[in-house]
């Protein structure tokens, strides 16, 4: 059981605004996917969730754990490792869907696949 | 050795992330890691991936260090142009075609690792035949400027640590 009261105040002020950025960063690019216009400029914005957002909450993540001393923070580390691993993986599977498709239906103003340049 | 530990490295990269996952290093924790790196570096060898090769190391702090001061840079960018009062304006996205002279597949996974990692780049299609890359970029200058950009920033140093 761990204890939020036992942190010192500096400490929880740290965590409370790396927390705050985190959740900030994650709702500006929900904005984001709302506000922009077309396909592959939303795509841009969830990223920021995914990176210095995801980045802030597990600095939070962190400084309070290893300050209670209740764990090891190899964790945080570890889960930093599979999202950059991993949201390239699906951003790259959803551009390319959606080129495709705008090749195919020869919509919008996308570049012409390889090879017929 | 090589037909039952086919990758050693990988699998002791997985042995340790399964002990720090599940917080122990007690005899059933190393027993179960222990079979599942067995399994991951067997399944990655019937994937056959042309062997890593990793030259110069001493490149990858300086890297590493360059890669979150532009993942802050860049975030700090986006969130200006989402919330900026005209979403249209001045911005002009656009593709960006980058010719590529890196051609090792890890490299290249490093770099869509690292252009995806920062906002405002998007990593779109790769042909292997020509060696380009097409990246869609949110806040599109100039053409000429993106294509230093990679070059210069990632693709040197990544083909210096895999080619």
């Known amino acids: ?6 942190l010192p105040v500096w400490a929880a002020l740290v965590v409370a605004l790396l927390l705050l950025l985190g959740a900030g960063l994650a709702l500006v690019g929900s904005f984001g996917l709302l506000r922009l216009p077309g396909f592959y400029e939303r795509v841009h914005a969830p990223t920021l969730g995914t990176t210095l957002g995801i980045g802030s909450v597990l600095a939070a993540s962190m400084l309070f754990f290893s300050l209670l001393q209740t764990r090891f923070v ?3 580390i570890l889960i930093a490792v599979f999202m950059v691993v991993t949201t390239p993986v699906a951003l790259m599977l959803l551009a390319r869907a959606a080129l495709y498709r705008d090749r195919v239906e020869r919509s919008g103003a996308v570049p012409p696949p390889p090879g017929s340049r | ?3 039952i530990l086919p990758h050693p490295l990988i699998a002791l990269g997985l042995l ?3 002990l720090v996952l599940a917080g122990s290093a007690s005899p059933g924790a190393v027993l179960l890691g222990g079979a599942i790196a067995l399994a991951g570096s067997w399944a990655l060898a019937s994937l ?10 001493a490149v990858l702090p300086g890297l590493l260090r360059d890669v979150l001061a ?3 840079r860049s975030n700090v960018a986006v969130v200006r142009i989402i919330l900026g009062r005209s979403v249209a304006g001045t911005r002009r996205p656009g593709f960006v075609h980058i010719p590529l002279d890196m051609r090792s597949p890890q490299g290249l996974a490093a770099l869509a690792c690292i252009l995806t990692a920062t906002p405002g780049t998007v990593w779109v299609e ?3 035949t020509e060696g380009t890359m097409l990246l869609h970029v949110l806040d599109l200058i100039d053409e000429a400027e993106w294509v230093r950009i990679v070059k210069e920033r990632w693709e040197r140093r990544l083909m210096e640590i895999f080619e």
């Open chain 2, 16 to 18: 340790l992330s399964w």
């Open chain 2, 126 to 128: 790769y042909d292997s």
């Open chain 1, 1 to 6: 059981m761990t204890h939020a009261a036992d």
């Open chain 1, 74 to 76: 190899l964790h945080e």
């Open chain 2, 48 to 57: 056959a991936p042309p062997r890593l090769r990793l030259r110069r190391l």
């Open chain 2, 70 to 72: 532009e993942v802050v």
């Open chain 2, 1 to 3: 050795m090589r037909r």
